[in-house]
């Protein structure tokens, strides 16, 4: 079973397009900064917050996306860069 099966189910349960949440935790190194805000389309709001120890970085972003499929798809980009943690 693929990872993103229950997350997609949840998902259409809901109307598109919408607004949606993003949250990820990652490594405080600016490569991986730097991927993760390439997930986003240009015109999204991500908001960063360094943790109390400064070794990761919280990001935040609200995105409008059409589909479960594009949520998914940012999702399963992510999953790809060392040290995340989606939430």
Do not use: H, R
């Amino acid at each position: 079973m693929d990872e993103f099966e229950s997350l997609k189910a949840q998902l259409e349960q809901t109307d598109f397009p919408q607004v949606y949440f993003f949250k990820f935790i990652v490594p405080n190194k600016n490569d991986n900064v730097a991927k993760v805000s390439a997930l986003y389309t240009q015109d999204t709001q991500v908001q960063m917050k360094p943790s109390s120890s400064g070794k990761f970085i919280s990001m935040s972003a609200k995105q409008v996306v059409l589909s479960v499929d594009d949520v998914i798809s940012i999702y399963k980009k992510a999953s790809v860069i060392e040290g995340i943690i989606s939430l």
